[in-house]
Nanobody, 128 residues
Framework: QVQLVESGGGLVQAGGSLRLSCAASGLVFSTYNMGWFRQAPGKEREFVAATIRGGPFTYYTDSYAESVKGRFTISRDNAKNTVYLQMNSLKLDDTAVYYC?????????????????WGRGTQVIVSS
């Protein structure tokens, strides 16, 4: 049974930082593309960042939404089956529930939200 469990959300002032974690179990983590999405109140879920396998070895390419480029960094630790999202220079518009996603496909479909598994989300609130 695959589980993705997010943590690290919370309340932070604008300009501050948070690091989200997503611990995965029940899958061969290194073979999955991993991503982060977010959903703000009244809005659709949107892509934030992904780490995508580049071939048969543990080589990954990172991809980001334009709105977070230069501020957010995705990383993964295959030994810990965990993917992270470091969020710096947070803005009010970053307030959302952040979801972790995993996809076994060899394509980059994760970037358009086609994934095999979703986590339950962690709330991030950025205050002024």
């Amino acid at each position: 049974q695959v589980q993705l469990v997010e943590s690290g959300g919370g309340l932070v002032q604008a300009g501050g930082s948070l690091r989200l974690s997503c611990a995965a179990s029940g899958l061969v983590f290194s073979t999955y593309n991993m991503g982060w999405f977010r959903q703000a109140p009244g809005k659709e879920r949107e892509f934030v960042a992904a780490t995508i396998r580049g071939g048969p070895f543990t080589y990954y390419t990172d991809s980001y939404a334009e709105s977070v480029k230069g501020r957010f960094t995705i990383s993964r630790d295959n030994a810990k089956n965990t993917v992270y999202l470091q969020m710096n220079s947070l803005k009010l518009d970053d307030t959302a529930v952040y979801y972790c996603a995993a996809d076994r496909s060899s394509s980059s479909r994760i970037k358009v939200g086609i994934v095999d598994y979703w986590g339950r989300g962690t709330q991030v609130i950025v205050s002024s």
